[in-house]
């Protein structure tokens, strides 16, 4: 019983904790690589519910682009780096995500919560 109560304490404190803090987001717009955007970040504001990447390819020119955004900028039609290339042949790829500096690149990232339901399940079934 003592696992099951140590199971919901976690989960609501991890909810509640999560949605009371800002999201930090890395922020940065390079026209070489993604290589430029490392370690820059900054914490969103208030309305911003995303973290974006953004790489844009349009004639000779490329643009990787990473900031704080809302959900409708991961629509390539509403996405505002996007649409300002409405001319010529163009390529835009939008990588959106809810965590904190979650959209750093193709690392592998574990949220808090999964650790907790996996360490949780260890607990409630070692007796079994």
Request: charged share 20%; hydrophobic share 35%; proline share 2%.
């Amino acid at each position: 019983m003592k696992y099951i109560s140590f199971f919901i304490a976690a989960v609501f404190l991890s909810v509640f904790v999560s949605i009371a803090m800002s999201l930090n987001c890395y922020t940065c717009a390079s026209t070489s690589s993604w290589d430029d955007c490392e370690h820059r970040n900054t914490t969103c504001p208030k309305l911003s519910n995303r973290c974006i990447k953004v790489y844009l390819e349009h004639s000779d020119t490329e643009l990787y682009k990473k900031y704080c955004g809302i959900e409708a900028h991961c629509d390539e039609k509403a996405n505002p780096t996007c649409i300002a290339e409405v001319t010529g042949a163009s390529e835009c790829i939008i990588d959106c995500c809810e965590g904190n500096l979650c959209n750093e690149g193709s690392h592998l990232h574990v949220s808090g919560m999964t650790m907790i339901v996996c360490a949780a399940e260890v607990l409630l079934f070692q007796d079994r």
